[in-house]
């Protein structure tokens, strides 16, 4: 039911309650089993166990764990130790971390209030929330968080703050009179108070309308439930991949095994050799070497303020083609700062940042002196003075304690150089007329030190003008004539447009010995001063990174609870609106499908106005339309978009619990511009992670090649099956391990996002893979048909030339790998981490080649001299003929 488009009267009949004695015991007894308990309800949790064991589903982990069964048979002990460790680990990693997303619900619950007032036969009790029922009413005043969704029938100066919800940075003013417009949004509902929400100012009476799940706040739980985790793209690639691996590895099986029959060799050591081959073709390393890149980018991203809670959302971060941010904190600064003042037809401006008292004024682009100007000495001095705010200062930080309106005025004041503790020698305050929503102003008697009495009046622009009788212009007080009541009114229309909250200054002189006792007697024939514009401004470095994101192909969305018009400002001043972009409020995007909503999506820069159910709606259709989505929020209400978006974005400081525990990543410091480094590292670890995609493969191609073109040619085994496992193992994991460190290239932000659909061998990668792997087959075998014609009696020996040219050619490659373009394309020393895992792998090679205890287990024989030149040579060709290739090119 529609309860804000009631009055009081049809709601105490639609509820069947008394608003004057509350519900009976025989009713509340009655609607218990009716409506049940006012809480939150969970979904069917999966046990610990099974969870634990759904870790192990995926294709690639299935994929390790056959190889590990064949390493197993081999003998080859420690490498499936090694396997079950890496599966076991990962398992692990994703068990707790979908065990936190379960946490999500418990925060959300911990915002309902622990205790609430409420009217029972006729007298007021404490109860515990959860017993509160429909119909029932309660009272809540300032500091009290809001026990249920509430129809308001008393309101006295009442604010409630309700971004956790709306999105919304200011406090709403709560009113109790019916509502005619029929779809409203939340934000728009000023005679509704929500669970979960916090009275910020005056008190209220309210009767509940609804509890537990059918309240605004149950329903972003039920979605929260609902909302699906999206797989990342990187675990889409890496499951392609394993099942690319698994049917190449058992094809080569088959082949090796069957040509090798058919030439004669004993099936016992061709099945060896074939499921040696197998276990090539998986690159064992591969998870633990995609973990670790991971877990280091986590490790480089806390040092730019952003928290990863799901690792592979470090990578998904890469390929984010849109970024839905709110508004609110994020883009903004969260602090509401005077920018614009208006005084008998000037316009200053001031500057400065966040709630820091020091800033410049400026009159026409010129630098002033505050002080030296009566009207705007007044207006700022009147603002502090009638406001009831206070500055402080923590960490280095200045924060405000009060409503941010005052805050602002008050800041306002502190950077023209006026002190709130030079007040009490400068003026008494007589007497205070609060602020009432009725009113929509603040009055208080003052006398200065010359013992002069006044009215200080401060409110909504327009009631004011409607209660003054002359204007303050060129210093002196002119009667407010018509023509003046225009000016004040294009001024105050100016201000709006901008996005700027405006507030009205304005006073009165009292004669002495005058006793007013009503504020009807003090809030009349006032001498309007002026106007002061406050708006939650843009973070500096914002508007950068947008443009940084919009060259890197990123689009961002502004989604947010405020109005379109400022929304609308924000947004044109961080460059987020272009000439052809949108703006689309709550109400279209409800009356619309979301195939409908895909149609229009990519053309909208700005929602304002929105509710969770809109959030969530333009996320899946932005998905829809093949968009990896970052959403970012802080509130409840952003929650279930956060969870269902592929990377969902929370705020560390202003964030609520809810939101942080539906995030895969936290900002902790609640800027938007940590999210385009964020996506840098993102981007880079992807392209690391392809680097040592396409050496391992290549390397696992070359030892693949050379076993089975020697077979094809009816030559003996260029390598056995442990020197096989050996390089596969060591030579492959320190090198791979190492490219996962590399730096980004120059120009990893002025590429456009990667396809979520783009495959794992897109761009050229298979085709290096093969050509690469080809060449270095190639090299071995060569190596190998040299030294075994040179020496047919000794097999080891041309089997250890091989050995040392497959190892050789691999580590020369791992170079290549480094870039795109080629081994020249980057310095091949700018990775020290390589550097020395290259170095150590050929001291191990040494060591297994000619330390005499390793010999006989790796069927090793010493390498003269003369031979290493050979093996040199051989392994350079297949990373520089194609190299040369390349700078042929690059000089035509």
Excluded at 10 to 34: H, I, P
Excluded at 141 to 164: K, M, P
Excluded at 714 to 726: F, G, K, R, S
Aim: aromatic share 6%; net charge neutral; proline share 4%.
């Amino acid at each position: 039911m529609k309860f804000h488009n009631m009055n009081e009267d049809e709601v105490e009949k639609a509820l069947n309650t008394d608003f004057s004695k509350g519900l009976t015991e025989e009713e509340v007894k009655k609607r218990r089993k009716q409506f049940g308990y006012n809480e939150l309800e969970e979904g069917e949790k999966q046990s610990a166990l099974l969870l634990f064991f759904s870790q192990f589903k995926d294709f690639m982990v299935l994929v390790l764990l056959a190889a590990t069964l064949i390493s197993g048979l081999l003998g080859e002990y420690i490498d499936s130790i090694a396997i079950i460790a890496i599966v076991i680990i990962n398992g692990f990693l994703g068990f707790f971390q979908e065990r936190k997303a379960e946490k999500s619900l418990d925060a959300l619950k911990e915002l309902s209030a622990p205790q609430v007032q409420v009217l029972r036969d006729g007298h007021w009790d404490k109860i515990p929330s959860k017993e509160v029922l429909v119909g029932d009413v309660i009272k809540f005043s300032s500091g009290d968080r809001i026990g249920a969704d509430v129809r308001l029938i008393e309101s006295h100066s009442l604010e409630i703050e309700e971004s956790a919800l709306t999105g919304e940075s200011m406090p709403v003013q709560k009113a109790t009179d019916a509502l005619q417009a029929a779809d409203l949004g939340i934000g728009d509902l000023e005679n509704m108070a929500f669970m979960g929400t916090m009275v910020t100012r005056g008190s209220g009476v309210g009767v509940v309308v609804a509890i537990g799940m059918k309240t605004a706040m149950g329903q972003i739980a039920d979605l929260l439930q609902k909302a699906e985790t999206m797989e990342t793209p990187l675990q889409r690639r890496l499951e392609q991949l394993g099942k690319i691996l698994i049917v190449v590895a058992l094809l080569l099986t088959v082949l090796v095994v069957g040509v090798g029959v058919l030439q004669g060799h004993d099936l016992y050591t061709m099945f060896l050799a074939g499921v040696s081959l197998a276990v090539a073709a998986i690159p064992e390393g591969l998870p633990a070497i995609v973990t670790v890149a991971l877990s280091l980018g986590v490790q480089r991203m806390i040092r730019k303020n952003a928290i990863v809670r799901k690792l592979p959302a470090v990578e998904t971060l890469g390929c984010a083609s849109v970024i839905c941010s709110d508004k609110t904190g994020t883009m903004t600064q969260n602090k509401m700062t005077v920018t614009h003042l208006w005084s008998g037809g000037k316009t200053w401006t001031v500057d400065g940042v966040g709630y820091e008292p020091h800033g410049n004024f400026y009159l026409r682009n010129d630098l002033i002196d505050p002080k030296k100007d009566k009207a705007l000495q007044q207006l700022l001095m009147f603002g502090m003075l009638c406001n009831h705010a206070e500055v402080f200062q923590k960490n280095n930080d200045f924060l405000v304690d009060g409503d941010p309106t005052e805050g602002a005025l008050l800041i306002a004041a502190m950077k023209a150089g006026y002190s709130r503790a030079a007040l009490p020698g400068q003026f008494e305050i007589v007497k205070e007329f609060p602020f009432d929503s009725s009113r929509k102003m603040m009055s208080i008697i003052v006398k200065d030190h010359h013992g002069r009495t006044f009215v200080v009046t401060k409110g909504a622009p327009d009631v004011l003008l409607g209660v003054s009788e002359a204007l303050l212009w060129e210093e002196r007080q002119q009667y407010l004539t018509k023509e003046l009541q225009g000016t004040i009114q294009t001024a105050i229309h100016d201000l709006a447009s901008q996005a700027l909250r405006t507030i009205a200054i304005a006073y009165k002189p009292v004669q002495a010995n005058t006793m007013i006792l009503h504020e009807a007697e003090a809030e009349k024939g006032l001498t309007f001063i002026g106007l002061q514009g406050m708006i939650d401004p843009p973070r500096p470095e914002v508007k950068t990174a947008v443009k940084e994101c919009k060259q890197a192909g990123i689009k961002t969305v502004m989604i947010t609870g405020d109005h379109v018009i400022t929304a609308k400002a924000i947004a044109g001043q961080l460059g987020i609106l272009s000439k052809n972009s949108k703006v689309l409020g709550g109400k279209a995007v409800s009356e619309m499908s979301v195939g409908q909503l895909e149609e229009v999506v990519d053309d909208v820069s700005v929602f304002a106005r929105v509710s969770p159910e809109h959030k969530l709606k333009i996320v899946k259709a932005l998905q829809n339309r093949g968009h990896i989505v970052a959403m970012t929020g802080d509130g409840v209400n952003d929650a279930p978009a956060i969870k269902a978006a592929d990377i969902g974005i929370a705020m560390g400081i202003t964030g609520t619990d809810v939101a942080k525990e539906a995030s895969a990543l936290v900002l902790l410091d609640d800027n938007f511009a940590t999210i385009k480094a964020a996506i840098k590292e993102g981007r880079n670890i992807y392209e690391n992670i392809r680097k040592f995609i396409r050496y391992l493969l290549a390397s696992n191609v070359g030892e693949i090649l050379v076993m089975l073109f020697a077979m094809l040619l009816a030559l003996p085994l260029p390598l056995v099956p442990i020197q096989i496992l050996w390089v596969n193992l060591v030579t492959d994991g320190l090198p791979a391990m190492a490219l996962g460190l590399d730096q980004p290239e120059d120009d990893v932000m002025k590429r456009h996002p990667r396809s979520p659909k783009e495959g794992v061998f897109s761009r050229g990668l298979g085709w290096k893979v093969i050509s690469r792997g080809f060449l270095i087959g190639a090299a071995t075998l060569a190596a190998f048909m040299i030294a075994y014609g040179q020496q047919p009696d000794d097999l080891a020996y041309a089997q250890t030339v091989a050995f040392a040219t497959l190892v050789m050619a691999q580590l020369i490659h791992v170079f290549d790998c480094r870039s795109e373009k080629s081994v020249f394309a980057r310095n091949p020393f700018g990775n020290k981490y390589l550097v020395w895992a290259v170095i150590s792998s050929l001291i191990l090679m040494f060591i297994v080649i000619y330390y005499p205890p390793l010999q006989p287990i790796f069927h090793t024989v010493p390498i003269i001299a003369i031979d290493w030149i050979l093996i040199a040579g051989l392994s350079a060709i297949p990373t520089f003929l194609l190299a040369g290739t390349f700078l042929v090119s690059k000089t035509r």
